[in-house]
């Protein structure tokens, strides 16, 4: 066994112990896959991540991200989280106030430029038609109004949402999430406007993920398609506010601010809570 660099992080809110909670391996080479797939079941987190050095030379650092039960290409609360450990722990961006993450859908970058916010560079989304058969089956399901429904899409930036906008804020926060559960069912997301006036803009949830939850607390990655969704109606006019966690006790804000190019980014607050050493 090595003895490595460990960190647990809480992102993407204001207050440290409300929002998505990360397991970081800083030290992650040598690792083998099976190992890294054994202790993120292990920490029982939505996500776990182990930072090695880039392939890409114009990388700073390249993370793999696990849930419990599997690997995934990208996810949101990873990257913020795995940045901040790596910043935490002593890395230097190789362009100030820019950190360059390699990750399995490529280079995603990280403005680092107001700490405490971090915000990662939205990755292109592909936005398709979602199965109709299946869009019946979730509305069923959850039991969802069809007057509630504004629209539906199946986007992918990683990994693959099937996504509804509704016409309420309220009625996002209605629906059960024990009713779907992965893998019958695969990271349905959920997003509606407050009303105006409230402290957040939007409400967004995500259910059936494959972290063995019925629900993320806070999701960086559908924050991310949804944004690049938005962008695609030339519906990203202007800076945006969301809360994610509402139904399950968590206090998850993520700020949404227009990029070139239809991109977005998407950001939050990240705190060290746990920083030691493990043995793998």
């Known amino acids: 066994m ?17 929002g998505n909670g990360l397991a970081v391996v800083v030290d992650a080479a040598g690792i083998s896959d099976e190992q890294m797939q054994r202790f993120a ?3 029982n987190l939505a996500e776990t991540t182990f930072l090695l050095p880039p392939s890409d030379p114009s990388a700073d650092y390249r993370v793999r991200i696990f849930t419990p039960v599997r690997e995934m290409l990208f996810a949101g609360h990873p990257t913020l ?8 722990c002593g890395g230097v961006p190789r362009t100030p106030g820019l950190v360059r993450q390699e990750c399995g859908v490529g280079i995603v970058e990280v403005d680092i430029s107001r700490p405490p916010m971090l915000a990662f560079a939205a990755p292109t989304t592909t936005i398709r038609q979602m199965d109709p058969a299946h869009r019946d089956d979730i509305i069923r399901v959850l039991d969802i ?6 629209n539906t899409a199946e986007l992918c930036n990683g990994p693959t ?6 016409r309420h804020a309220h009625q ?21 406007p407050h009303a105006p006036g409230a402290e957040c803009d939007f409400e967004v949830r995500m259910l059936a993920p494959s972290s063995g939850m019925s ?50 980014w998407i950001g939050g607050q990240v705190h060290i809570v746990i920083e030691g050493t493990i043995r793998i």
């Open 2 to 18: 090595t003895v490595r660099r460990f960190v647990q992080c809480d992102v993407f809110s204001p207050h440290p112990l409300h």
């Open 41 to 43: 079941a292990w920490t």
């Open 81 to 88: 989280g795995s940045c901040a450990a790596w910043l935490h």
């Open 145 to 150: 109004p069809p007057d509630a429904i504004v």
């Open 161 to 166: 949402w099937q996504f509804f906008e509704l």
């Open 172 to 192: 996002v926060l209605a629906l059960d999430s024990a009713k779907v559960r992965w893998p019958a069912y695969k990271s349905i997301g959920f997003f509606a």
């Open 215 to 264: 629900e993320d607390p806070i999701t960086g990655s559908l924050n991310a398609a949804i944004a690049r969704w938005l962008a695609s109606n030339d519906r990203l006019k202007k800076p945006y506010l969301a809360a994610q966690g509402t139904r399950i006790a968590r206090h998850g804000r993520i700020s949404v601010v227009p990029g070139k190019d239809g991109g977005a």
